[in-house]
């Protein structure tokens, strides 16, 4: 029998405080979203030419130093435009580009930014300024919160991703080979800036891979956001501005609510992670960075959906459904075959495991044979090893 892991009372009936999705005429047009988590809240600025403006940061916490941290492919692109901004506020700024790729989010690159840290003698006072995608601002992030037990940092995520998903809500981490983001901290930025204009060079590959994080709001918070994206796919792939405003601003929004009533994820916070059991054991099966951590997301909500299916939480045709949706983003469907077992010892090392027992997070909130809402309202549950494995045997290739 599935041990059954409900939600804390408090947390249960999310759709009810959240506010609807009313898309009305898109608009590039610079937005805010706040996180409220009393004195660790802050804002997250949406729009475009944010980057190079001054005036975006002038919030930001002054002091003597400040490091930008950055890889090598978005530092010549964008590196200078941030430190002729933020140099108003600083003495100095120094920048730090490290390797790029998930396979470098560990304990050596991450030593890279301790040691330009201690090698300028920075204090505790001294901001971070994490420039990139999910890898740079995680290790930004959990550097921040170790250097001086704990330095203020800034997100300025560059990639879809990021700016929908990683840079937003605290957590922070590197990866080790038996697990992804096994190590790390929660720990809240200053202020996250996305800039839409920096998606412009980004790879057709990595907006698939952000567009994954975007569409998995739709299933466990806003169906009428899933509605909306599925009308919208063509737009955002060919990345009309207002479009991406929009996905960005909702997909914001719904990681805000959610990060503000469960802020180390006690419990609601774990719908967040919708796909990404099965995603990560993907990322880490084939080796870091052979797989985007999108793409693993994007086929983990496929597995998701299948198991939520054959446990009776949602019927055959949301299946598909969202099938067609990560198709139409570019997004990979069906699993590499790295075995069953395997599957299972890599998500059994998933963070939300608890005792070797695997916990998904399921679409519908109860089966529908016992009045389950279906797509919209998830839970978070165990499921028999025999439906995993069938599960398994049908969306790998």
Known sequence: MAAQYALPPKLQGMNASLTPFVPGQPSAAAQTVSIDLGDRSYDIAIGTGLLGNSATYAACPKAAQALVVTNTTVAPLYAKRLVQAISPLYQQVQVLALPDGEQYKDGATLNLIYDQLLGSTADRKTVLYALGGGVVGDMTGFAAACYMRGVPFVQVPTTLLAQVDSSVGGKTAINHPLGKNMIGAFYQPQLVVADLDTLNTLPERELSAGLAEIIKYGPIADMAFFDWIEANMAGL????????????????????????????????????????????????GLGYGEWLHGEGVGCGMVMAATLSQRLGHVDEAFVARLTRLVQAAGLPTVGPDLGADRYLQLMRGDKKSEGGDIKFVLIGDAPLASGGKGPGSPCMTGAPESVVREVLASCVV
């Open 237 to 284: 792939r060919a990345r009309d501005p207002a479009l991406l405003a929009t996905a960005v601003r909702r997909s914001c929004e719904i990681k805000a609510w959610v990060v503000g009533q469960d802020e180390k994820e006690s419990g609601l916070r774990a719908i967040l992670n919708f796909g990404h059991t099965f995603g990560h054991a993907i990322e880490a």
